[in-house]
């Protein structure tokens, strides 16, 4: 590995990757650290069998009207999409103890929603070929960042030890009140940019997300969308995922995001609230429900490389910043969170690496 690349990336989800991947492609030095065992961050596609067959337990959907980024960097790699499910009633879990509402809405209810062949691990692992082995490692958790006479040194965690390296340049791609309580800076960052970190939101990180997964859409059949709302829950928004190849779906799946808050959630346990999860399908959609061939399931707010105890709450506030800091003119900021215009979706985390990307080369070229 070399111990002196000229640009450090500090996180390897899709922000991170996607950076990487522009550095890649100018033939710049560069290394990618990611403090996970795997790359892709939050974006975890999980499968009963092959990877066809893949699930998504992080961010599902792109909108290729709204997400040209994303829409074309699929394209690049070669990555087949398909349409969200829409079709079919809606249902409504209004009370405990009442039956659910089914409604004909009379159109599709989730037009122009789409969703990668394979799950959009399938972008990260497209990335992944692209980048050599040599330029990205994992298990490397920064800790300090600190800047001498143009230098900066990073110390890092990896294999019980702690390790250093050098660099003119880090691109930061990791959520933003992460940096905050997990990184320490000499000189400190500027009061005014921490405290922006600080009270950025970290997208997904105060929710948990369940997959069922059965051996067919079985509610496609009965004149079900599988999208469903709850004010009983412990689900409380609800959608078919059923992985599809060439058209065809080759499971049938139903994610839901959890209505519990996180607290709730840790007391209660993930096996319990799975036969909580079971029982409300079978409610929905009747006693096909009951046999899943598989259970997938993510609280993201006990992934500590993504939230933090403030994460508990979904605020929705605002992403990205102005601020400059003028000790570290060299330090950019990717990932989604640090993307005004598209913060909290996936088109956020390549915007916020493209952008980081041309920053870091036009101060390049200017003292080049």
């Avoid at 082995?133 to 800790?143: D, F, G, P, V, W």
């Avoid at 950019?332 to 993307?339: D, I, L, V, Y």
């Amino acid at each position: 590995m070399n111990r002196h690349p000229q640009t450090v990336i500090v996180g390897g989800g899709l922000s991170g990757l996607y950076a990487a991947y522009l550095l890649e492609q100018q033939h710049q030095d560069y290394l990618l650290l990611e403090a996970r065992e795997r790359f892709g961050g939050r974006i975890v596609s999980a499968s009963p069998g092959s990877q066809a067959a893949r699930v998504d337990l992080g961010p599902s959907w792109f909108w290729p009207n709204i997400n040209p980024e994303i829409s074309a960097l699929a394209e690049e790699l070669g990555i087949p999409n398909y349409k969200q499910h829409g079709e079919g009633h809606y249902l409504v879990e209004k009370a405990r103890g009442a039956p659910p509402q089914a409604i004909n809405v009379g159109y599709d209810i989730m037009p122009d929603t789409y969703r990668l062949e394979g799950g959009m691990q399938a972008m990260v692992e497209g990335l992944l070929e692209k980048l050599p082995a040599e330029k990205r490692i994992a298990s490397s958790k920064l800790t300090e960042v600190s800047l001498n006479n143009g230098t900066y040194t990073l110390s890092y965690e990896r294999s019980g030890e702690t390790r250093t390296l050098q660099t003119q340049n880090i691109i930061f791609a990791m959520p933003l009140r992460l940096i905050a309580r997990t990184v320490s800076f000499n000189p400190s960052l500027s009061p005014a940019l921490m405290n922006t970190f600080d009270g950025t939101e970290t997208w997904m990180a105060a929710h948990a997300k369940a997959v069922f997964i059965y051996d067919k859409p079985f509610w496609r059949d009965n004149g079900f969308s599988g999208s469903a709302s709850s004010n009983v829950g412990p689900l409380v928004e609800i959608h078919d995922a059923s992985p599809e190849l060439n058209g065809q779906p080759v499971h049938g799946a139903i994610m839901g995001f959890m209505g519990i808050n996180a607290a709730a959630r840790k007391t209660a346990g993930d096996e319990t609230l799975k036969k909580l999860i079971q029982q409300q399908l079978v409610r929905l959609f009747g006693p096909d429900a009951a046999n899943p061939i598989s259970i997938q399931y993510v609280d993201w707010f006990q992934e500590k490389y993504t939230a933090t105890n403030d994460d508990m709450a979904v605020m929705h506030g605002l992403y990205g910043f102005t601020q400059q800091d003028e000790n570290h003119p060299n330090i950019f900021f990717a990932g989604t969170e640090a993307s005004r215009a598209y913060g909290g979706y996936l088109e956020g985390a390549l915007d916020s690496a493209n952008k980081a990307v041309e920053a870091l080369m036009t101060k390049s070229l200017q003292f080049s």
